[in-house]
């Protein structure tokens, strides 16, 4: 049985809603103000572009809330990585590079979890000193001054690598027609109306719609860890390690490997992203993607992730991300004045959380015969 | 000098459960009365009643001749009526002198006067801890000392004491029994509330024992003799499982346990566990029951020796015991037991290793199976089982390991708090579970229940077995003795 009501309600779905609304608003106020059309391919494409990296972060970032840690290292470890590609690409090669910049990613990923899981300190803590470390560790690497590629052929292979245009046209409208038929067959109906909303965006963006490459690495990432976390037991054991790790412990699950491999994952999407800032200008200035694990951390909470583990979706945080960077993207174009941009977001992240936090408690209350608490009954 | 006195002290709970129906009791000053009861006798509820934390649903408490109420933990302070808990709630971060002064007003923080006053009633409480000492460092007995300070500074004339002594280790008792006598010669009121059925004839002067929300038994301790404490305590029989009157053969030696300890907590202990057996482990909260489990099934780091299944040697992790084919129910089934954001589908999938991708397919065969078998009330296997009654709950968590590849099944308190269909249920399940060929060692605080389905019973206390009881010619009785040190050792084997 399907539970219509739930599927579509503010809670479940609210942020969907926020983004049409806010994507129709802005078109509204374009449109009054005689601008070029906001609803285009190009601008659709660019507020994708501009979310892609937050994105590629959020996803990961999402996977470790839901087993119930936190990682606020991920702009630093961007950062060091699009410093070893950037610091080695002329020595070694924009591949060799490239992977060196993920390893040393990968690595302080381990050391995150390490210390959280074997030490025992508080995962806010130990990436908080990694934050500052590993942003030291960029300075020293950098000696405080910006890098850059010289090698005029590795730089071309760099660019191309982060912004070779994919067109979206047709693919988009087959994805869109799978998901309608697919959801359909399932009964899931999200997944139709998703592919639905797909399906008319490309229709929208028109023929020739194409966007940069991260977006499409973003696609893919959040492809593949949505299909992780729904359809394999890697994913139902990662939602049981955050919802009670007491429970998952003595159901034989090993605790410790799936928090493990939750830091190491955050900090390699980390390391991805930094390879595709690097990539971007073939250089790295030591103070690039200062705060940005702020931004991520905000995707991840409007796409509805509970900080206490257990619960959040990766197609929810990259619509998150999206919701954000359009905000930013509706100020630069209609001109309403940068200096507003952090108060209207600061509000639009703790507007979503008191939506999902009332809501949460409305459904708690609701089920009526709920077990008597030991309380009642032991004595 | 304050006498208080319940008369008809009835509890409802709004989802119907009777935890009390009309309970007499009176707490005169310079006296100990001691409460007993079973689990789910009756004692928590009306602890709570004293406490402020639940009210009654009828029935009048006098301080002296007046009527007296009060709804909330602050009116029963205001009343001169203080409890002290089992888990004591103290800020652990804050000194012993900070904590007694909790509740103190004023705006000062340190203050000589007060500090005085503290000190004089410790030295006069003749068990003296460090007043300047964090909470969280002194040793649990000094915290029951500070908790049972805090309680007299705050000139409490009663002193509700709820299992007082289950985390105590021996000569940290004895000082508690010290406090306590001296607490009476003072004129206070004392109510002790205890498994211990030795302590209870040491301590008390007069005996109450609750059974099913009633009083069974009021009487002068002189005059008591331990074992009708106990028949008072067990009472009849509500299990409708009959013991079979022919013994059962077990099989083949299964699980086989070599000096397997816990630093503190577990006394070496070796035993083995045949096919087809129900292993009972009869013993209070605190004996060292579910650490013996906990060990098993490699859930306690720091436990050592050795655990062989079939002969090998199994691994000391979780993870490596569950892949052998051992099967852990844990006490707290909301804490331990499920995921409460994961569907029953998915709980009861979750210990099984079905390779990398979900069989959702698979998953829901498998649960409507589970439910099925278990009678387990739920709208459906897509239900979340925080929405289940608790007894239904628990058979969620039975079902995650009634899959073949189970191989010993540990069973720890699996009908706690639940009601009497489930219960029967779920020993009609573990029964035909071990005729079928599964090795089970069930703990469970009622010990009817180990009486009727077991086919070996060990007796723990405080982290040791301690004997072992013939399940075929024992009595509830005789194991409340037993677990609760009221007779010689063996008596009853």
Redesign the interface.
Known sequence: ?TDWRRIFSLREAGVYYALLLLLGVLAALAAARGLPLYLSGQNLGNIAYQASLVGIMGVAMTVMLITGAFDLSVASVAALAAAVLVGLAGQIGFVPAAFAALAVAATIGLINGAIVQFVGINAFIVTLGTLTAVRGLVLILTDGRSLMVEQPQVLAQMLAFESTRVPLFWPLLALGAALVVLGLAKRRPFVAVGGAVLGALALVAGAGFNVAAPVVYLAGFTALLWFVL????????L??VG??P?????????VHAYRLGAFVLSSVAAGFAGVLFGCRLGAINPTALQGTELTVIAAAILGGTSLFG??GSVVKTVVGALLLFTLTNGFNILNLGANYQGLIEGIVVVAAAAIYTLGAERRRAR?A??????????? | MVTLRLEGIAKTFPNGTVALSGVDLVLAPGRVHGLLGANGAGKSTLIKILAGALAPTAGTIRRDDAVVRWSSPRGAKAAGVATIYQHIPLVPTLSALENILLDEGGWRRRRADARARIAALVASLGNPFPLDTPVGDLPIGARQMVAITQALASGAEVVVMDEPTASLAGHERARVYETIRRLAAEGKAVLFVSHFIDEIMALTDEVTVLRDGRTVLHAETAGLEPQAIAAAIAGRSVTALERPAVARTPGAPVLELRDVASPGKLAPTSLTLRAGEVLGLAGTLGSGRSELLHAIFGADPAATGAVLLDGAPVGRWPDEAVAAGIALVPEDRARQGYVPLLTLAENIALPRPTGLLLDAEADRVAADAAIARLAIKAPGADALPGELSGGNAQKVVIAKWLAPTTRVLLLDEPTAGIDIGARTDILRLVRSLADDGLPVILVSSEFEELLAICDRLLVLRDGAVIGEADPATSTESDLILMTGGGAPLGAAA
């Open positions: 049985m729904g359809f394999t037991v890697i994913g139902r054991r939602y049981a919802g009670n007491e429970a998952a412990r003595l159901s034989g699950i090993n257990g619960a089920p015969a709920s077990e008597p608490t030991p309380v009642e009954v032991a004595a």
